[in-house]
């Protein structure tokens, strides 16, 4: 029996009405023949509860117990979803994490998979079951005790049961209808893509694109699950929203598929420090340590002296999350006085915004940079920063023009055009 | 180590400052040199919440689902409850009850404990843990499912584990500071008891003094643990509450400890039956199978003849809690139809109430009877029903005399004195 996972967000199963709305898409696929593996989230809301009481009730609190409160959430939606799919007659039952079981890390909080044994499930597909409904976002540490596997879990949970069980798709609802080439509420000229490859989705899920979950999309690309993103509050059909899958299902190939955005980056320059060997794993060695997110990295040609010295001097620059700011400044001074480095400013700039394109093409295509460079130089926009990998070009600029920056590399591109 | 059960129910939970309140008192008998664990219920009305969402999803629900979403309540207090107390430094865990495990029937909705299994929770107080905290309510089915013990069942929970651990005293904490003589509500002389005999809570908590699930008490009783019932809202210490305790514990012997009542009560006389053998099994088979809980029978003397016969009749009366009359009613008119019983009339009387005296002492002492209808005759309230057990004399009377009843019969034992 082909087998399909269906995954179910927290706005998907909010209230009793939206869970049966979900039961129904479910019991669609049922008729047209599929096995079924519905992994749901907590109903929206329910999991903020649940943190706010651990963090009101202890501020440094054991994230064991986190674990065993928070994944309480999903074993409610499981529960009711797989009685609203038996009033449906549907054969459906539900399943904890510890049943199943889902085998994780004991790295509460952010659990990793370990295993998905197959044997329990499959015997009771064998038995006639036809929907097994699995609490997602949790799992079973190798204590015997919960875990939950981090803030959109569910996503990584529907990839890996996809996986583990060779499903024909992986389907997640959610509440919007796909990934657009950019974000709509930028630009109407946004378009919904019917298709995007793995690596294309991963750089935009990390570029700030919130549909889908950044580990989810790493785990469908390893196992070739093929993801859809759709809507749960429209009618849908095997066409419907946006496939992420394998390049060589893409037919058609833009050198750009989409662009992405993110506003939460701040920009750190360390003024005059020595150029020398080993100068960069002397500043970004205690970053790491300090668990600072560097994103980009530029390092001006050496120019300037050490003060009072003839040695070789430079300005490093680095980009993080906005919120991180405090812990790299922190790790910089300590290391200053720690002698490990010297600088004569360090300067924080938190008022600046990331805009990337990102295409497979552009592997193939020469080009690309010099299009958006001039794009951005034709509306005046100065770059601060620029970073690239084998399928994206990111740049730091301003955050007051990141919106025309969008708007204007959407055009430049033709993205509104299929 | 000494061990303590310490209960609390969901009003003790209610909310983060009620389980702070809660920990509080767990941090108390910590410091008193005792290992604790601790049974929490849901917070009040979470349990209530969530029935009703698998009511509204599910009419003619599967008990296991059920029992999956429903116990999900005690999970997230038993965290929050081990969250605070580390916050508090006291070494403690949470404990799901499939954790344990607590090994159930497969009863769903209604199971029953196979066993507690002692080594995981010993193994964790010899490494250092001071509490252990338990999911009340709840336990694992032999399918390896969760399931549930009831309402009230979090109560059985405390003493189930205060046996299985061999625990010097298991603490039931309520909104009420003790056992009293009767309802204060009905009379201010009402006098809350220091100790209580296990048979005698019995009667009572199966006679409508709502504060110990009937189950809990039974168990208690069998495995000779001392529960003591007390209030969480209250400075509390080793002499708060009422001790319910094997009655060679209890040194003041009075004849009559306490005045039950019961609003619930139904009457029902079925007129002119046969007075023959078998004719009591023909009535209260039925209404057995049919799932009505009889609780007082009286049979008149044979006086009447059947209509149109020289065989000898009678009348038999009953009593059941009033939802159950519908119930009651049809098993007699079906067993009538099927000809394996004949009356003239069905009389149903839901106007009445019970009032009872319970003491152990009776069994030693004649006249409880005697002093019990006398002081009712001295009111002028007529007796409709009598029933006894040892230690029991039960009335069924009208039911706007039942204050009076009540308050009189306080009286006439002088329960009011110590």
Request: proline share 2%.
């Given at each position: 029996?082909?087998?399909?996972?269906?995954?179910?967000g927290?706005t998907?199963?909010?209230?009793?009405?939206r869970i049966?709305?979900?039961?129904?898409?479910?019991?669609?696929?049922?008729?047209?023949?599929?096995?079924v593996i519905v992994i749901?989230?907590?109903?929206?809301?329910?999991?903020?509860?649940?943190?706010?009481?651990v963090?009101?009730?202890?501020?440094?609190y054991?994230?064991?117990?986190y674990d065993?409160?928070v994944?309480?959430?999903?074993n409610?939606?499981?529960?009711?979803?797989?009685?609203?799919l038996?009033?449906?007659?549907v054969?459906a039952?539900?399943?904890?994490?510890w049943?199943?079981?889902?085998n994780?890390?004991?790295?509460?909080?952010?659990?990793?998979?370990v295993s998905?044994?197959?044997?329990?499930?499959d015997?009771?597909f064998?038995?006639?079951?036809k929907?097994a409904v699995v609490?997602?976002?949790?799992?079973l540490?190798?204590?015997?005790r919960?875990?939950?596997?981090?803030r959109?879990?569910?996503d990584?949970?529907?990839?890996?049961f996809a996986a583990?069980?060779?499903?024909?798709?992986?389907?997640?609802?959610?509440d919007v209808?796909?990934?657009?080439?950019?974000?709509?509420r930028?630009?109407?000229?946004?378009?919904?893509?019917?298709r995007?490859?793995?690596?294309?989705?991963?750089e935009?899920a990390?570029l700030?694109?919130?549909?889908?979950?950044?580990?989810?999309?790493?785990?469908?690309?390893?196992?070739k699950?093929?993801?859809?993103?759709?809507s749960?509050?429209?009618?849908?059909?095997?066409?419907?929203?946006?496939l992420?899958?394998?390049?060589?299902e893409?037919?058609?190939?833009?050198?750009?598929?989409?662009v992405?955005?993110s506003?939460?980056?701040?920009?750190?320059?360390?003024?005059t420090i020595?150029?020398?060997?080993?100068?960069?794993?002397?500043i970004?060695?205690?970053?790491?340590e300090?668990?600072?997110?560097?994103?980009?990295?530029?390092?001006?040609?050496?120019?300037?002296?050490?003060?009072?010295?003839?040695?070789?001097a430079?300005?490093?620059t680095?980009?993080?999350?906005?919120?991180?700011v405090a812990r790299?400044?922190?790790a910089?001074e300590?290391a200053?006085?720690?002698?490990s480095i010297r600088?004569?400013?360090?300067?924080?700039?938190?008022d600046?915004?990331?805009v990337?394109?990102?295409?497979?093409g552009?592997?193939s295509?020469?080009?690309?940079?010099?299009r958006?460079?001039d794009?951005?130089a034709?509306?005046?926009?100065?770059?601060?920063?620029?970073g690239?990998?084998?399928?994206?070009?990111?740049?730091?600029?301003?955050?007051?023009?990141?919106?025309?920056?969008?708007?204007a590399?959407?055009?430049v591109?033709?993205?509104?055009?299929?």
């Amino acid at each position: 029996m082909p087998l399909l996972v269906m995954k179910f967000g927290g706005t998907s199963v909010a209230d009793l009405a939206r869970i049966e709305n979900a039961a129904e898409k479910v019991r669609r696929e049922v008729e047209r023949g599929y096995d079924v593996i519905v992994i749901v989230s907590a109903m929206s809301g329910k999991t903020n509860e649940l943190v706010s009481w651990v963090e009101q009730t202890s501020k440094l609190y054991d994230a064991r117990e986190y674990d065993a409160v928070v994944a309480s959430g999903e074993n409610i939606s499981a529960g009711l979803m797989a009685l609203r799919l038996q009033e449906m007659g549907v054969p459906a039952r539900s399943w904890q994490g510890w049943q199943v079981p889902i085998n994780t890390t004991s790295a509460h909080g952010s659990a990793r998979f370990v295993s998905i044994p197959r044997d329990h499930l499959d015997a009771k597909f064998a038995e006639g079951f036809k929907v097994a409904v699995v609490a997602g976002f949790q799992g079973l540490s190798p204590e015997g005790r919960v875990t939950t596997l981090g803030r959109g879990g569910s996503d990584t949970t529907a990839v890996a049961f996809a996986a583990a069980f060779g499903a024909e798709r992986c389907d997640i609802y959610t509440d919007v209808d796909g990934v657009y080439t950019t974000d709509p509420r930028i630009t109407e000229k946004a378009r919904k893509l019917d298709r995007i490859a793995f690596e294309e989705m991963l750089e935009l899920a990390s570029l700030g694109a919130k549909v889908l979950q950044t580990r989810s999309v790493e785990l469908a690309m390893r196992y070739k699950v093929r993801l859809r993103v759709l809507s749960s509050f429209e009618d849908t059909d095997e066409n419907s929203g946006t496939l992420v899958c394998d390049e060589e299902e893409i037919m058609e190939s833009k050198v750009v598929s989409g662009v992405a955005y993110s506003r939460d980056e701040a920009k750190i320059t360390l003024v005059t420090i020595e150029d020398r060997p080993g100068i960069a794993a002397a500043i970004f060695g205690p970053l790491a340590e300090a668990g600072v997110n560097v994103d980009m990295i530029v390092q001006n040609v050496s120019e300037k002296h050490m003060d009072g010295s003839t040695r070789a001097a430079t300005d490093m620059t680095f980009s993080c999350p906005t919120n991180q700011v405090a812990r790299a400044k922190k790790a910089m001074e300590d290391a200053a006085a720690a002698g490990s480095i010297r600088y004569a400013d360090l300067i924080v700039d938190t008022d600046v915004a990331k805009v990337s394109v990102v295409g497979i093409g552009m592997r193939s295509h020469a080009g690309v940079a010099a299009r958006m460079f001039d794009a951005l130089a034709a509306e005046n926009i100065n770059i601060k920063v620029i970073g690239t990998s084998e399928i994206k070009i990111s740049v730091l600029i301003d955050r007051k023009y990141m919106e025309l920056a969008v708007q204007a590399l959407h055009g430049v591109f033709e993205l509104d055009k299929a």
